[in-house]
Nanobody, 124 residues
Framework: QVHLVESGGGSVQAGGSLRLSCSASGNTDRNNCMGWFRQAPGKEREGVAVLYTGGGDPLYADSVIGRFTISQDNAKNTLYLQMNSLKPEDTAMYYC?????????????????WGQGTQVTVSS
């Protein structure tokens, strides 16, 4: 079992920055894919950024390329999402996700473990 807890959400003005954190506990050794997803009111949950914990290039949604950076601290079992140049359309609940599979994608159906989410609100 894996337990994920997100933090770092908040309210910022457009152009601002936030850093989200996801603390993982439990059977984390098998968390091969970890990532961030978001869901805005009335919209489907979408993949934002994911990475393979063993290394390699992360995957990003086109809408966040150049603005968001996903990273990990294996020693702390923590996943991060640095969000810069935030836009009102980035407003959503952001979720951390993990899975034991070896091939990572931005599809939410590919992830078994989920956190409770942290709210990000960007005002214009």
């Amino acid at each position: 079992q894996v337990h994920l807890v997100e933090s770092g959400g908040g309210s910022v003005q457009a152009g601002g920055s936030l850093r989200l954190s996801c603390s993982a506990s439990g059977n984390t050794d098998r968390n091969n894919c970890m990532g961030w997803f978001r869901q805005a009111p009335g919209k489907e949950r979408e993949g934002v950024a994911v990475l393979y914990t063993g290394g390699g290039d992360p995957l990003y949604a086109d809408s966040v390329i150049g603005r968001f950076t996903i990273s990990q601290d294996n020693a702390k079992n923590t996943l991060y999402l640095q969000m810069n140049s935030l836009k009102p359309e980035d407003t959503a609940m952001y979720y951390c996700a993990a899975d034991h599979r070896f091939w990572c994608s931005l599809r939410m159906d590919d992830y078994y473990y989920w956190g409770q989410g942290t709210q990000v609100t960007v005002s214009s």
